[in-house]
């Protein structure tokens, strides 16, 4: 029973015991009330009925220092299309747009909304693709996550992590793996799709792709850390001293020693594939290299990380003050 409906039936019942009694003192002084609000109450009953009597809801105020209506508007609308990142990337976004807002505020109005978690976000999502396009995709949240491990150079390319992330097994494609390369120093990222697990000549190929990337943005690789894998391959170890790369591994099972990458691939598989999975189907190779082409130029040169080496800057940002002092 709601507050109104209990607020209707007092109403009722004052109006039943002076009706019985024919005691309207009596009735008054039962319950609590004056004559004054009895004889307004059943004036109103009189002549409207007694439906009447059930309280009527006010208008929400609208307070000066309140958010607009259009920013609450535009910060759902980018929940369900964004379900996965915090609220201090809405808040960077929607800073994009023009409004200001802090990540305090976007955390309450999602909450207000229903969409305060992550996982509320995502099933909002697939729930408004399957009545948009018809598309359901099952979701499961991964609760092991590798933790941190310091990393640090002193400039872009003296050392470039490399890891393979398996994307999935897509019906029509094939088992599907992302092969990634970023700069410790800048958190430039560099990703390919291959299709099947990851060779020695795929890590190859895909070395020689970023080096000639790097090499655009005036930055010189020295040395690439890789774990096992397919990363101890005689065509990998040899391309990468045809290109004179000191090559580090890391400990055997310490993928936390290779955090950096760890971190990019989590991001980008939250950010990039599960939003993307939830919208459509990839039926080709070349859709999938150009869903993680488009996310890696919102990455290098929009999107503000908020970790406590970036502390708000992109990747582009590091490299372009780099260069300046360089310069200088």
Avoid at 131 to 159: H, N, S
Wanted: aromatic share 8%; proline share 4%.
């Amino acid at each position: 029973m709601t507050p109104a409906e209990i607020i209707y039936q007092r109403r009722i019942a004052v109006l039943d015991h002076a009706q019985r009694t024919g005691n309207v003192t009596e009735a008054c002084q039962v319950f609590g009330i004056s004559r004054t609000r009895y004889y307004e109450w059943k004036n109103v009953a009189d002549r409207y009925g007694l439906e009447a009597l059930i309280p009527k809801s006010r208008r929400k105020p609208q307070m000066p220092e309140a958010t607009p209506t259009h920013v609450i508007e535009a910060l759902l609308t980018l929940a369900v299309l964004q379900p996965t990142i915090g609220c201090r990337q809405y808040a960077d976004r929607l800073g994009d747009q023009g409004f200001s807002i802090a990540k305090s505020t976007v955390q309450k109005h999602l909450v207000a909304n229903g969409l305060g978690r992550r996982s509320q976000r995502l099933a909002r999502a697939a729930a408004i693709a399957a009545a948009t396009t018809g598309l359901v995709v099952p979701d499961a949240e991964r609760k092991d996550e590798p933790f941190g491990f310091c990393l640090a150079t002193g400039g872009p390319g003296e050392l470039v992590c490399l890891d393979s992330f398996y994307i999935g097994n897509l019906k029509g494609v094939g088992k599907c793996y992302q092969l990634t390369a970023i700069d410790v120093f800048t958190r430039f990222a560099v990703t390919v799709i291959v299709l099947g697990t990851p060779t020695g000549a795929m890590t190859a190929r895909f070395i020689h792709q970023a080096l000639r990337l790097y090499r655009r943005h005036e930055v010189r690789v020295r040395a690439i850390l890789t774990d096992g894998g397919e990363y101890i391959a005689g065509t990998f170890v040899d391309a990468l001293a045809a290109k004179e790369l000191r090559h580090v591994r890391i400990p055997a099972r310490s993928p936390n020693h290779n955090a950096v990458c760890e971190r990019f691939q989590g991001t980008m598989l939250q950010e990039c594939w599960r939003p993307a999975f939830h919208r459509r189907h990839f039926t080709s190779i070349r859709q999938l290299g150009a869903e993680a082409d488009a996310w890696l130029i919102t990455y290098n040169h929009r999107r503000r990380n908020h970790s406590d080496y970036m502390r708000g800057r992109t990747p582009q940002e590091i490299l372009d003050n780099h260069k300046k002092n360089k310069a200088a």
